[in-house]
């Protein structure tokens, strides 16, 4: 089966910019995250989706961070404006059901570098 | 709230040689624990999990790890390293209800030939 596909694989943007990316996930599976990957250190959940449904977005900096998964779905993350702390992976996964012991399925991230 | 954190950020070993990956977690109730590995450029994969069935889980690649209730630990083993194990492993927790999933900060293991 396909996995988990994201896009673009490189950004690279200067600060008060926007951009957006893209994830699709793994066909049939009900949840999606978000995580940042700031470089030395483990992924951070920003927003967790059940279908096209907010579950936890408690760390999503919601001043400029924003998400959707509309049709319940590929999901959207954006970032308006970004900072200079913002360059990291960014990382999608997704699982099924949705459950804490599910396994996620990551997809190969994309890197945001703010100048 | 749950949290995990992972003793030493880099770990060398020799081929051959038994790799021991530290992670210890806070949490207050039974948590499940994950581990996952990391090659470069490469996403997140899943080597192992414990969800509250045997306390010994065994992964791919040869590893494996203990859920240790008394020392809130879950290190990862493998007797034998391999130069392909040679990545950035992370050990994550997660709450009864499918959110507040965390990971640790990583251990980035070297393989000595």
């Known amino acids: 089966e396909a996995g988990v596909a994201q896009s673009p694989r490189y950004k690279i943007i200067e600060k008060r910019q926007s951009v957006a990316f893209w994830c699709n996930p793994i066909s049939g599976h009900a949840t999606l995250y978000w995580y940042q990957q700031i470089l030395g250190q483990g992924p951070k959940l920003l927003i967790q989706?059940?279908?096209?449904?907010?579950?936890?977005d408690s760390q999503l900096p919601k001043d400029r961070f924003s998400a959707e998964r509309l049709k319940g779905v590929d999901s959207t993350l954006k970032i308006q404006p970004a900072k200079l702390e913002d360059s990291a992976v960014y990382l999608c996964a997704s699982s099924s059901p949705g459950l804490a012991t599910d396994t996620q399925y990551f997809g190969p991230g994309t890197r945001l570098t703010v100048l | 709230a749950q949290s995990v954190t992972q003793l030493g950020s880099h770990v060398s070993v020799s081929e051959g040689a038994l790799v021991l990956l530290r992670c210890n977690y806070s949490s207050s109730v039974p948590p499940y624990l994950f581990w996952y590995v990391q090659y470069p450029n490469q996403g997140l994969q899943l080597l192992l999990k414990?969800?509250?069935?045997?306390?010994l889980v065994k992964g791919i690649n040869g590893f494996e790890a203990e859920f240790k209730k008394s020392e809130t630990s879950f290190h990862l083993t493998k007797p034998s390293a391999h130069m392909s194990d040679a990545a950035e492993y992370f050990c994550?927790?997660?709450?009864?209800?499918?959110?507040?999933?965390?990971f640790g900060t990583g251990t980035s293991l070297t393989v000595i030939p």
């Open positions: 989706f059940q279908n096209n449904g907010v579950v936890d």
């Open positions: 994550a927790v997660s709450g009864y209800s499918g959110n507040q999933f965390y």
């Open positions: 414990y969800t509250s069935a045997a306390t």
